[in-house]
Structures are given as structure tokens and as C-alpha cells.
């Protein structure tokens, strides 16, 4: 059985350890030995952090998202955090696949290639790309900071896929319930969303399949047709 998860992709399975510092040299080089030595204590944190979480209870989690925000407001970025909310993830077996364009920057790229659970596609992903990304994953993630709507909520219920979508703009008008689920921008509410579907997988199909009657009728042409018919025949009688 695979798992996956598209912001990911997720089959299970023993992963191959690689000696980091090694793995590093390769990609930056061994002239880099300070930023490598950098890295590579990161790299520690994390995998402490991963092993620290393991222990703590579901309440215990939840309190990180006000932790979370005390830290964002005195100047850490989410970036900072997104190697410490993919640590809070209790699902084992994850592999995440982060798909589409945007910076990322340079200390965290090499984090991110340096972790064989995470692929990357750092680019834009053309039309026809999109539906064999689909099929690799069980849901998709979209953790907007901002946003107000997303054109890819359409194109994932189509697919029959339910989403993990950040609470921000006008995003929970495109995702009507038990069609996918809505959490605050946090790590550790995304996080705790993913394992939620993962705990009661059945949400996952079930979900999917809601996700995908709602786009057939209510995403459809003829059903925006009659929308606008419906509107400019009750103008006309106003």
C-alpha cells in the first residue's frame, strides 16, 4: 500500500540512511566545510526534534500552534518552522512531495534535498503535469499564507482528491465540508490534519469522493451557466 501526500507523496517502506555530512559534501562540496558543519547541526535538531515529539499527546501538539505564533511574532519566518512541522507529523513512513514554483532559500533547499522522504519540483507545473502528480498522492496540501481564492481546489475534486487547506482569504468558500479540511496557517495544525486523515483513512475516499460530486455539480459549465441565467433572469424582473 502506498501513501501520499502532495505540497506530497508517501509510499511506505524502510528508507536507505545516508551519512548526512557525506551526503552534503556531495551536493555543496567539500570547500563549503563551515556552512556544511552549519547543516549538518541543523540536521541534529531536527532529528531530535522528531524523536521529542513522538512522546507527546495529542493536547500537548496543539499547544505547539500557540508556541508556533509567539515565535512568528517575534520574527521567525515559516520557513524557519517547516522543517520542525514536518518533524510533528506521528504518521510513520511519510514521504512528502513539494510540487510548484516559488524561493525557497538556499539553507533550507539543501535541507529539503538532503531528507529522503521529501522530494522537490521547484518549477512551474505545466497542465499536462499535474493529473500524474494527482494520481501519485492520496491529498494534497495547500498551506497559503495568503491567498483568496486557489485554482487548484477545482482541479484536485475533479480528480476525486480532497485537499488540507490553510484557513486564509476566501479559500473556505471553495471547500464546503466533508469535502476536505480547514486549519489555521500553523505547522502544527497541518501537521495535526495530516495524521488525522491518515488515523481514519477511510475520510480519505470519503472525502475524495464528496470532493469530486461537488465539482460535477456544482464546478460544471452548465451549472455556472445556470447560475448566470438564473441571475439575469431575476435582474430583468426586478
Not at 143 to 168: E, H, L, N, W
Not at 187 to 197: G, R, S, T, V
Request: proline share 5%.
Amino acid at each position: 500500500k502506498s501513501r501520499s501526500v502532495c505540497s506530497g507523496s508517501i509510499p511506505e517502506g524502510t528508507q536507505k540512511e545516508i551519512p548526512m555530512l557525506d551526503f552534503l559534501k556531495k551536493v555543496l562540496g567539500s570547500g563549503n566545510d563551515a556552512k556544511l558543519k552549519k547543516l549538518e547541526k541543523t540536521v541534529d535538531a531536527v532529528m531530535a526534534l522528531e524523536e521529542a515529539y513522538r512522546g507527546l499527546t495529542d493536547e500537548e501538539l496543539q499547544g505547539k500552534t500557540a508556541e508556533f505564533k509567539a515565535r512568528l511574532a517575534k520574527g521567525e519566518t515559516l520557513d524557519d518552522l517547516l522543517v520542525e512541522a514536518f518533524s510533528l507529523l506521528k504518521t510513520p513512513g511519510i514521504r512528502l512531495l513539494i510540487a510548484g514554483s516559488g524561493r525557497i532559500n538556499p539553507p533550507l533547499e539543501t535541507l529539503i534535498r538532503s531528507n529522503d522522504r521529501i522530494e522537490l519540483i521547484n518549477r512551474y507545473i505545466q497542465d499536462e503535469e499535474f493529473q500524474p502528480i494527482l494520481e501519485r498522492t492520496d491529498f494534497l496540501v495547500l498551506p497559503y499564507r495568503r491567498a483568496s481564492q486557489s485554482g487548484v481546489i477545482p482541479m484536485c475534486f475533479a480528480a476525486g482528491k480532497t485537499v488540507v487547506v490553510t484557513d486564509v482569504g476566501a479559500l473556505a468558500e471553495q471547500v464546503p465540508q466533508e469535502t476536505g479540511i480547514l486549519v489555521r496557517p500553523s505547522p502544527a495544525d497541518i501537521a495535526q490534519a495530516i495524521d488525522y486523515l491518515y488515523a481514519t483513512p477511510g475520510l480519505i475516499s470519503q472525502y475524495g469522493k464528496a470532493a469530486h460530486d461537488y465539482a460535477v455539480t456544482h464546478l460544471s459549465w452548465e451549472h455556472s451557466a445556470n447560475l448566470l441565467l438564473s441571475h439575469l433572469s431575476a435582474s430583468s424582473l426586478s
